[in-house]
């Protein structure tokens, strides 16, 4: 959910309260209103009628209900001085209407000029709470709708005119890359947030591409370095074991010297190669068929294959064609070709699979299942293979990871591995 879009959400959740607060609140401050405007009519009105006693007793005869809405009663003088005067609401019989309906009553005593006392109840025109619970709902509802309006158009008019600074930042670092030789400012804003927002991010990426060029530069000096005295100890340890005054024991030790140099050349290759690799140094992408990519590795371990008695099984059943980095492709295939013939048995066999969806290389082996958590670490490699470095499979899920693909192990009495595109 976009961050304006949630504003909203959290404004819309935060005014339905208020309102709806606000509402009950309002209720009943406006019907204490209401209540105390017809009690000042009913006082007022008792007042008028102990005024029209003096002029016309007849109207201490109504004992009921009617249309003057009274009833006077005589009391004793006892039970009129306990009376204060009192205002609630009471349900009344209607006659005409031939329903109850709710009004307010007055009660009250008072001794006429004839010293009797006299207690008096006047009623209220008919309360109709549910009428003015309709009416107060339906206006709150419309200022709620207004209010709703007036949100969303400040969200999309005011709230993505002060967020877009923000949008603009986002955008500038999804376009961001540590191999980027200059950097660019941020797109300015006159809100001091976002202002200094902008700095502290600027400052924090000059940071880390400097710190990413000194670290790209020490792997490649280091690498460098020990690549030049590798190959010179492997030359001089050649030369040495060509010397016709060596035993056999000598010779065999030259060799396995020889064997751990070379090791060690394969291993500091393959691990500059995985720190290039992760740091994303190969940007460049192509859409690329792997099938002339298998065709390709295929004939170039061929001789190794014909060696070994490893017969190789191509099926097509479709083409895969992803855009994905040539290089990184080509190694990508040539790990995995390797993999299958270097772990498997003379006289044994690999079958490739390719579909548009990707492919598959399944190969015999003596060796035991793997599991599928650990064979894609570093340095996870069979004891057996002493010239593997143990690295061939992380730099395949390396390249996976960086060009978007899936890369996944089964096996089934045969080691098999799964290519495909993260979006099929």
């Known amino acids: 959910m976009k961050l304006i879009n949630h504003t909203l959400l959290f404004l819309s959740a935060i005014l339905f309260v208020t309102v709806s607060m606000w509402a009950g609140f309002f209720y009943y401050q406006l019907l204490n209103q ?25 109207i201490i005869q109504q004992s009921v209900f009617n249309e003057n809405n009274y009833i006077i009663k005589n009391v004793t003088e006892e039970y009129a001085l306990s009376v204060r005067d009192s205002y609630k609401d009471t349900m009344i019989f209607s006659p005409v209407k ?49 209010l709703f309006v007036s949100t969303i158009l400040i969200n999309r008019f005011v709230l993505e005119k002060t967020w877009k600074p923000f949008y603009q930042l986002i955008n500038y670092l999804n376009d961001f890359r540590l191999d980027k030789v ?89 691990l500059l190669l995985l720190s290039k690799i992760g740091n994303k140094q190969f940007i460049s992408k192509e859409i690329l068929s792997f099938d002339e990519i298998f065709t390709r590795i295929l004939d170039d371990f061929s001789e190794y294959s014909e060696f070994r008695d490893i017969r190789t099984t191509y099926l097509k059943e479709g083409i895969p064609y992803i855009e994905i980095n040539k290089d990184l492709a080509y190694i990508l295939v040539m790990n995995l070709v390797k993999n299958a013939i270097t772990h498997n048995f003379r006289g044994g066999e690999i079958i490739i699979r390719m579909s548009s969806a990707g492919f598959s290389i399944e190969n015999t082996s003596e060796e035991p299942a793997i599991p599928s958590d650990k064979i894609f670490e570093r340095f996870n490699r069979n004891t057996k293979g002493k010239n593997s470095s143990g690295l061939g499979l992380a730099i395949v899920k390396a390249i996976a990871d960086v060009s978007e693909l899936s890369v996944t192990y089964i096996y089934n009495g045969r080691h098999i591995f799964n290519v495909s595109s993260v979006n099929e």
């Open 182 to 270: 200059e950097l660019q400012n941020p797109s300015e804003s006159k809100i001091r947030e976002f202002t200094v927002l902008n700095k502290s991010i600027l400052n924090l990426l000059k940071t880390n591409v400097g710190i990413f060029e000194n670290q790209k530069q020490f792997i490649e000096n280091v690498s460098h370095e020990l690549q030049t005295p590798l190959a010179i100890g492997i030359n001089k340890l050649e030369l040495l074991a060509g010397d016709k005054d060596l035993s056999a024991e000598h010779i065999e030790k030259i060799g396995s010297a020889i064997e751990t140099f070379q090791r060690l050349s394969v291993l500091n290759k393959s």
């Open 98 to 146: 031939n329903l109850r309906y709710q009004t307010r009553l007055l009660t009250s005593a008072f001794v006429a000029t004839d010293e009797k006392y006299y207690e008096m109840r006047v009623i209220s025109q008919e309360l109709d709470k549910s009428k003015l619970i309709e009416k107060l709902a339906s206006s709150l509802l419309w200022l709620y709708l207004f």
């Open 34 to 58: 209401v209540k105390t405007t017809i009690d000042d009519g009913l006082a007022n009105y008792k007042i008028v009628l102990i005024d029209k006693l003096k002029e016309d007793s007849l």
